[in-house]
Every structure is written in structure tokens, then in C-alpha cells.
T-cell receptor, first 115, second 113 residues
Framework: DTAVSQTPKYLVTQMGNDKSIKCEQN?????MYWYKQDSKKFLKIMFSYNNKELIINETVPNRFSPKSPDKAHLNLHINSLELGDSAVYFCASSGIIAGVMETQYFGPGTRLLVL | GEDVEQSLFLSVREGDSSVINCTYT??????LYWYKQEPGAGLQLLTY?????DMKQDQRLTVLLNKKDKHLSLRIADTQTGDSAIYFC?????????????FGRGTSLIVHP
């Protein structure tokens, strides 16, 4: 079973539309994240949620609104899509390995193309 | 400037060793990671090292940490075409609620026959 899953895998849409990306993790982790990876592969943190509470919100336009209905899900809703929103969006969750060390587990990514 | 820096590309011949380098600036870095991203996929944790270690070996992978110079390297022995991917270095100062790793821009490893 996939540990961190995202849907859809591909999303092609017109400027101005509203779209959502869903993320689910079955690892029992308390913390989940959204990252944006641009065309140059730079990975930038957008949001972090711990137990359904927002703990990190980097300088992301308020057109992006994360929603966590429970600690296994962190969805990303984007309003009024712009060309510059085209990127790959990764969901991740983090948990402890080696007894003390936290690390992240990434979903397969959602490739968003805004036309 | 960036907190974690890597060269963007590395090209090696199949069977040779690959060495991917990374430098970081945060002296409080406690955990250092290497992630691998294959084409069209998400990042996958490859290996990690604690800051109180100098070296870690795991089969074909060797991680070297020079804490004084804040330099981390990943050596892949006997590089195969299946190793072609983007390799991300990441560091984190702590775990728990303040855990957010900082990623480098990734090094694209190209393995040719």
C-alpha cells in the first residue's frame, strides 16, 4: 500500500479556475506538509500541519488554502489559478526513524499545468 | 543566499564511482539527509547521518560528513544506469515541532554506458 498518496497525478486547467489536490498518508504520522517544486527542481515548503493545526505557512499567496479534515489528510485548494502556479506539488508526512530522528516521506507529486 | 548548496549536474560512466557534494550553513544542523528523486516520482529517503558521525556506509553508498567545513558528500560505488536521478541534500536542526528540513536544489546524476 502506498504510504503517502496524492490525487490527481496530473492536473491541466485554465487560468482563473479553482482546483484541489488531495493527500492522504497511512503511516500514522502527526505532521504533514505541502511543497512546491518549480521547473528548476527547487523544492520550497509551503505549509506544515501538525495534528490538523497549521504550524508553518511560508509566504504563500492566500489563494492557496490547505485543509486538514483529520491528521491523515491534508488537502490543498487553489483559487484563481495563475500561470506561475504551474509546478509539481508534493505532499509529505514526517515520522521518527532510528528511534530519535525525524524524516519525511513524500507522495508521488501532482503535476499542475495552468494554461 | 541558500542554506544548502549543491552542484546542479554530475555525469559519470557506468561502473565508476559518483561523488555528490553538498555544503550547508546552519551550524546547528543535527540531521543530514540524502534523498533521491527518480523521473516523474517523489523524493525518497536514501540515507541519513547524525551530526555526531563522520561517516556512514550502506552497501554501495558512503556518506561523509565534515562538520567543521559543513560539507556532506554522497559516494555511490559502481554506479549503475538505474542510479540516474536527482539527489537532494537536506539538513534539519531539530526534530519535533520545529522540524522542517532545508533542501538543496538537487544534483542531477547522469550515468552513461
Amino acid at each position: 500500500d502506498t504510504a503517502v498518496s496524492q490525487t490527481p497525478k496530473y492536473l491541466v486547467t485554465q487560468m482563473g479556475n479553482d482546483k484541489s489536490i488531495k493527500c492522504e498518508q497511512n503511516l500514522g504520522h502527526d505532521t504533514m506538509y505541502w511543497y512546491k517544486q518549480d521547473s528548476k527542481k527547487f523544492l520550497k515548503i509551503m505549509f506544515s500541519y501538525n495534528n490538523k493545526e497549521l504550524i508553518i505557512n511560508e509566504t504563500v499567496p492566500n489563494r492557496f488554502s490547505p485543509k486538514s479534515p483529520d491528521k491523515a489528510h491534508l488537502n490543498l485548494h487553489i483559487n484563481s489559478l495563475e500561470l506561475g502556479d504551474s509546478a509539481v506539488y508534493f505532499c509529505a508526512s514526517s515520522g521518527i526513524i532510528a528511534g530519535v530522528m525525524e524524516t519525511q516521506y513524500f507522495g508521488p507529486g501532482t503535476r499542475l499545468l495552468v494554461l | 543566499g541558500e542554506d544548502v548548496e549543491q552542484s546542479l549536474f554530475l555525469s559519470v560512466r557506468e561502473g565508476d564511482s559518483s561523488v555528490i557534494n553538498c555544503t550547508y550553513t546552519d551550524s546547528s544542523s543535527t540531521y543530514l539527509y540524502w534523498y533521491k528523486q527518480e523521473p516523474g516520482a517523489g523524493l525518497q529517503l536514501l540515507t541519513y547521518i547524525f551530526s555526531n558521525m563522520d561517516m556512514k556506509q550502506d552497501q554501495r553508498l558512503t556518506v561523509l560528513l565534515n562538520k567543521k567545513d559543513k560539507h556532506l558528500s554522497l559516494r555511490i560505488a559502481d554506479t549503475q544506469t538505474g542510479d540516474s536521478a536527482i539527489y537532494f541534500c537536506a539538513e534539519s536542526p531539530a526534530s519535533g515541532g520545529s522540524y522542517i528540513p532545508t533542501f538543496g536544489r538537487g544534483t542531477s546524476l547522469i550515468v552513461h554506458p
